[in-house]
DNA sequence: GTTATGCATTATGTATGACTTAATAAAAAT
DNA sequence: ATTTTTATTAAGTCATACATAATGCATAAC
């Protein structure tokens, strides 16, 4: 009993530094204080006395909040909330020569799940001018004898219109996080070789589907597109 | 064209600050020398000298590389590369109170189309064991008369082992970072009312046609499950 | 010979004060 | 009234000193 008591006391043993303590203070103020985008927060010094901590820990706390997108500071005006672009940070983080093997594998088997899964929005908020802009990629679609780099740039200019046909900004950036991740997945040697390169549905097919069909035919045929991309995972 | 040089100027003009700089040349660090986890970057005095700023700015750029998970500092040991767990570093940083609502609404999507678009994986790696589980929690699934929290356990539960299924733990990550904001969506009121709750394709429906069914009829049936999400957003 | 214990060393963590720079506001000049 | 100058303010940068904690080594204990 004696022992559990003392376990205890252990596993609740504050480990964490000043300034972690200040950050999460910070970040409360920011919740609680309702505070909107636009608004400033007290100036360092005022924080370090009110907090009776350096300016030093005051300072990396803020940073933190900086780094995290949470706020924006502006000399002699203080620093001021602003709206988190979370994807935006992120994908400056995400460097692929740096993520270990597994985590790449895992975001390249993301995106074929986003592409598969965001059928319903696709058909929910295409426009007619989408469509226009989808057949003129795909007419300047290249045969698999063409340059590398051309069909690279081609497969991005398509999916990335499919993307953003959704209208939902948050996944336009998810996919620009993945792409180089994407890019740099397929060519290392991570994945099994590619066996053959069949053509399953596509580019053209996709858009034909778009046209007059439904999400669910347009899911399997998405799959069906990426069945290449499959085949190296599973196969 | 003295114009044009004049533009280059500016366009070429240097905004970024010390830090950014050193930032910069750090992650550079990073990645030329090809260095691995678990190894150990030189310690702030010396790199304060070979870039000849004060420890300072180093340490405001090693905070920085710090806050995106690149690495980790230790007293004595100093700082050693890690695999950063990106969506640890973000499912921090993401805040439902703090976000704004056009992104919140849009996280809530982005949930819809993982779980209609990791059908595939989930068909791959299943195990009998993962079969049998689901149906032990699908067997303890509430009436809706239930109490509310129940509920909403019971489905974090159910749709939770789904992402456990795939085997991904990025999307694992990534669903972990997304609970809290679909409950917090859910609840506000950012969306439409809840037209009518009729019950679509139940718990156990889906766990019938993993076992039976294919990916295909499953996206399908998902996204049917999901109908009373769908239909606040698009009707 | 192996295991504790203590001590010195080392690198990050925190504190303080001074100075630089850039943005804003106030004052002055036109 | 508008522009220019000046002063002020708060963040950015620097230098230094000390605190704290982890590591390794030396010594002591068994």
Redesign the pocket.
């Known amino acids: 009993m004696a022992i559990n008591s003392l376990m205890e006391d252990f596993s609740s043993l504050d480990t964490s ?3 972690d303590k200040v950050e999460a203070k910070l970040v409360q103020l920011l919740k609680d204080q309702k505070l909107n985008v636009g608004d400033s927060i007290p ?3 005022e924080l370090a006395e009110r907090l009776g ?5 005051i ?2 706390a803020l940073l933190r909040l900086r780094v995290m997108g949470l706020i924006e ?7 001021v909330i602003t709206s988190p672009d979370i994807f935006g940070i992120i994908s400056k983080s995400v460097n692929p020569h740096i993520l270990d093997q597994a985590t790449l594998k895992e975001m390249f088997e993301l995106r074929l799940i986003l592409e598969i899964g965001m059928a319903d929005f696709i058909f929910q908020r295409i426009t007619p001018a989408d469509i226009r802009e989808l057949k003129k990629i795909v007419s300047k679609e290249p045969d698999a004898t063409q340059d590398y780099l051309f069909n690279i740039e081609h497969e991005i200019a398509f999916h990335g219109k499919l993307y953003e046909i959704t209208g939902n900004e948050t996944l336009k950036k998810f996919q620009r996080m993945l792409l180089p991740v994407f890019d740099y997945v397929h060519h290392s040697g991570l994945l099994k070789k590619q066996v053959s390169i069949k053509r399953y549905v596509s580019h053209k097919g996709l858009v034909d589907i778009i046209e007059n069909g439904s999400p669910e035919i347009f899911r399997n045929a998405m799959r069906n597109h990426l069945e290449n991309h499959f085949s190296r995972l599973f196969e």
């Open positions: 530094s000043l300034v100036k360092e010094l901590v350096s300016r030093t820990v300072r990396e500071s502006k000399k002699k005006k203080g620093a």
